[in-house]
């Protein structure tokens, strides 16, 4: 009989294989922007997941529900795959959504995700680009390890299979999506598909380096499986293009070693949120900046006071629940932009400096 369940390293281990060689015809390795770092990062982090990180939280679930649980083993697995196999996959997802979501905005969780986000092009093996330590931390995967004890082996491992065919088509060059939204009969069926489950287009955009070309959605579109959740959540951008630009503003290109070992191992980059006793300092000021504003030119004003361009946004607060603000204006005119980011009216200065001593 068919067994999903040793089935399942070598089919995610296929279509790994599957959607790299499309990139590869695609030309994506010929052309790489990846350093040797950047290549370092993906190879150890697919081995850590696969060979320590993954097995090793199996390994502790199990140890840990036959001291607590003994009697629970493999206690559900008559339940039918028709009722689990749908739980399970929304609720695995479900939680993988907060866990990602909150990587995005809480400081040390984004330093173990930030890896992930270093990559300046796409493509199969960024799904696995991680921290040890935040690969670990994963909260779904334990739920998993829970799951296969009580008896749903099996649900675990179709969910994964089915989970792993969106979530490796979304980090893919492939670009599997394309042919959707070149046929507008098709944009029907595009519409549905990019609510439902993350694509290309949207997942692409979460890996935008900036919000800031209308594409990028990096504080947003954190779905893996389910697109959904950024909908329900107010999270979702769908425009059905592709950013031109990949990574982390700013980034002080840290060693692979930190990227993957953090906080164990630190970045040398002095200015690095990964570097050793490295702190963000606030920028504010305390004056407003009197300027001349461009007709139809986008403005991001920074919201979060540490950006090095005051008082515009130039990335620094990824990591927080801070987002820039974004303005654009219909005629050229004098504005007040607020500095010390104090004010009721942002961007604009409303005199909340004068309160600072
Ligand atoms: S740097 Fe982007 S909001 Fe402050």
Redesign the pocket.
């Known amino acids: 009989m068919f067994d999903i369940e040793k089935f399942n390293g070598p089919f995610i281990a296929g279509l790994m294989l599957l959607f790299g060689i499309l990139e590869a015809f695609g030309g994506l390795y010929k052309n790489s922007k990846r350093t040797k770092d950047d290549w370092w990062i993906e190879i150890m982090s697919f081995v850590h997941a696969s060979t320590v990180s993954k097995p090793m939280i199996v390994l502790i679930t199990t140890f840990l529900m036959l001291q607590f649980f003994p009697q629970l083993e493999n206690n559900y697995s008559h339940i039918s795959l028709w009722y689990s196999l749908p739980l399970i996959m929304l609720v695995e997802d479900f939680i993988q959504y907060w866990y990602h979501r909150k990587a995005h905005e809480w400081k040390w969780l984004w330093n173990l995700h930030r890896p992930h986000h270093s990559s300046p092009e796409m493509g199969v093996l960024v799904t696995f680009r991680e921290n040890i330590f935040y690969v670990i931390l994963i909260p779904n995967i334990w739920f998993l390890a829970v799951m296969t004890y009580l008896g749903f082996g099996i649900a675990v491992a179709w969910s994964l299979a089915l989970k792993y065919i969106v979530i490796v088509g979304a980090h893919s060059d492939a670009r599997w999506d394309s042919w959707l939204y070149e046929h507008k009969y098709l944009h029907p069926l595009a519409w549905i598909i990019e609510r439902t489950i993350s694509t290309p287009a949207t997942h692409f955009a979460h890996h935008g380096k900036s919000a800031k070309d209308g594409i990028s959605n990096p504080n947003g579109n954190f779905s893996n499986l389910f697109f959904f959740w950024d909908i329900l959540f107010g999270t979702a951008l769908i425009t059905r293009q592709y950013p031109l630009e990949f990574g982390i503003e700013n980034d002080p290109k840290d060693h692979w070693s930190a990227h993957l070992y953090w906080p164990i191992i630190k970045s040398d980059k002095p200015n690095s949120d990964i570097g050793n006793g490295f702190k963000r300092e606030k920028t504010t000021l305390k004056t407003p900046l009197r300027a001349t504003v461009e007709p139809d030119k986008l403005y991001w004003w ?6 090095a361009d005051q008082p515009f ?5 990824n990591g927080s629940k ?3 603000i974004k303005m654009q204006f219909d005629t050229a005119k004098k504005v007040s932009w607020c500095t010390c980011k104090l004010t009721k009216t942002p961007p604009f200065c409303d005199g909340a400096h004068k309160e600072i001593a």
Not at 302 to 307: E, L, M, N, R, V
Not at 313 to 317: Q, V
């Open positions: 920074c919201s979060c006071g540490y950006s946004c130039d990335g620094a607060h801070m987002k820039p």
